[in-house]
């Protein structure tokens, strides 16, 4: 079997929820060309389910709307919306949407606290999870489903995970069945609209956090997107590469750098085999190295820039216009690109943009430098650590 540490068509899901994910991937800064990153299946998927907030027919639609609009003053007036912000209110209201197109038998399972560590349970790998699975939904809820998506996300978004999927089916042609594009899994923590609340899709090499804090606080990492095959060499895809466009643009930063530049942006000669700040281990990444974007001419800053905009672009445009401020405010030419492994294309390769609270991460080592997983992260932000701080101290002081 390739790497991804799957070992096979099995779950090992528990029925407690103690975010167990041993994704043993040791991308530790030594140069692994040999791939650590092995995702091993039996990572813990904890279930919440019976902590659900509410759950069978309880959860109405009067019920949930009622929540919302406490919350946000209304999601039926659009005058409202835009003062206390449309992404939060079109957001709860398409997960409205999709926990009222479920059966009362389904709604426990897509509907799971806010509270505990089941929300920040989050990994790339194949694995049971918690939530209601894409297999398990009749049409009409997946496109309720995908509405969901949609409010948070672009088309070019929504576009990559269309990718992401099909890759999947790639997969299942040459691995099998247990290769599945349909199980991957929406949940919903907390009462949409009622703060603080959240969702998440996720599925093999894919995972898409999103926490509302508030309605002008929206956290959207950590986010990943992985590829295998990183670039399709037969079959009807043949010539789809998901990350192509920003593995290209980081190599050409690097070809680009000067003697001097590229001293300090090679960290590595060999591939880290897979990104350093997995599920649990963001600490590791360590202070940024490499070459800081402010010494770099306006064309490979700009490459750098549509690195970036490759994740920021997924984003809906009010979303993503937000996540832009937030990095400018944490100072663009700050971040420090850094690179590990071959130059040429085909060679294993690492590459990050990182700085004070962004961090970005590339690499394609497994499967003969053929095998991408990529990440962003918001090293301050993640899950809406800050916001939420903020929210339970105003509640501890009365405000």
Do not use: C
Not at 8 to 22: N, R, S, Y
Not at 164 to 186: A, C, F, I, Q, T
């Amino acid at each position: 079997m390739p790497h991804d540490g799957d070992h096979g068509p099995h779950d090992h899901a528990h029925g407690h929820a103690h975010g167990h994910a041993h994704g043993h991937a040791h991308g530790h800064e030594h140069g692994h060309g040999h791939g650590h990153g092995h995702e091993h299946r039996h990572a813990v998927a904890g279930r919440h389910r019976n902590a659900a907030v509410g759950g069978g027919d309880a959860l109405s639609r009067r019920g949930l709307l009622a929540a919302a609009a406490a919350a946000t003053a209304g999601l039926a007036a659009p005058g409202a919306l835009r003062a206390q912000g449309a992404p939060a209110a079109s957001i709860a209201a398409r997960a409205i949407d999709f926990l009222e197109a479920l059966t009362a038998a389904q709604r426990p399972r897509a509907l799971l606290a806010f509270p505990g560590g089941e929300r920040e349970n989050w990994h790339y790998v194949p694995r049971a999870r918690a939530g209601l699975p894409l297999r398990q939904m009749d049409p009409p809820q997946r496109r309720a489903a995908r509405a969901l998506l949609g409010a948070a996300l672009s088309d070019a978004g929504l576009a990559r995970v269309d990718g992401v999927v099909r890759l999947e089916g790639v997969l299942r042609e040459s691995e099998g069945e247990w290769r599945d594009p349909d199980n991957y899994v929406l949940a919903v923590f907390g009462t949409p609209g009622a703060f603080p609340w959240g969702f998440r899709f996720e599925g093999h090499h894919l995972s898409l956090n999103f926490t509302l804090a508030g309605p002008e606080a929206i956290a959207v990492t950590p986010a990943f997107f992985g590829a295998n095959p990183a670039n399709v060499r037969r079959g009807q895809h043949a010539g789809f590469r998901l990350w192509g466009a920003e593995e290209d643009h980081a190599r050409a930063v690097l070809r680009g750098l000067d003697a001097r530049a590229r001293a300090v942006a090679v960290i590595a000669d060999r591939s880290m085999g897979d990104i350093v700040a997995g599920p649990g281990r963001e600490r590791e990444i360590g202070a940024p190295r490499g070459v800081a974007l402010g010494t770099l001419p306006a064309e490979l800053k700009a490459r750098a820039a549509a690195i970036v905009e490759g994740f920021l672009g997924h984003l809906q445009a009010d979303l993503a216009q937000r996540q832009t401020a937030r990095i400018r405010q944490g100072g663009f030419d700050a971040l420090r690109f850094a690179w590990a492994g071959g130059a040429e294309p085909g060679e294993a390769h690492y590459f990050r943009l990182h700085g004070p609270t962004t961090l970005v991460e590339h690499d394609n080592t497994q499967n003969g430098a053929n095998h991408v997983h990529a990440v962003w992260r918001d090293l301050t932000a993640d899950f809406g650590r800050d916001a939420l701080a903020d929210h339970y101290k105003a509640q501890r002081h009365g405000g």
